[in-house]
Nanobody, 115 residues
Framework: QVQLVESGGGLVHPGGSLTLSCAAS????????MGWYRQAPGKQRELVAG???????NYADSVKGRFTISRDNGKNTVYLQMNSVKPEDTAVYYC?????????WGQGTQVIVSS
């Protein structure tokens, strides 16, 4: 069983920045597929940013150039740096990890972008 705990959500003004963290209960050194998803009210959950098995990263078109995903294997933590946020970034953000072909999810952290 893998536990993922997100933190860092909150209220932020348009154009502002926020950093989300996802702490894993196990070593993430060998977990290649990890990422951040979000779900806005009335919408499907969508991939925001993720690490691929090839060691690269991918981003949703809507966040390219504004969001950055990173990881600290020593701290078993994945981050999502969110810059120049927009009201349409408002959503619950979830951390995801695929371990042994099984997906694990955190409980989510709410991000509200509003003036």
């Amino acid at each position: 069983q893998v536990q993922l705990v997100e933190s860092g959500g909150g209220l932020v003004h348009p154009g502002g920045s926020l950093t989300l963290s996802c702490a894993a209960s196990i070593s993430i050194f060998s977990i290649y597929t990890m990422g951040w998803y979000r779900q806005a009210p009335g919408k499907q959950r969508e991939l925001v940013a993720g690490f691929t098995r090839g060691g690269g990263t991918n981003y949703a078109d809507s966040v390219k150039g504004r969001f950055t995903i990173s990881r600290d294997n020593g701290k078993n933590t994945v981050y999502l740096q969110m810059n120049s946020v927009k009201p349409e970034d408002t959503a619950v953000y979830y951390c995801n990890a695929v371990v042994g072909l099984m997906p694990f999810w955190g409980q989510g952290t709410q991000v509200i972008v509003s003036s």
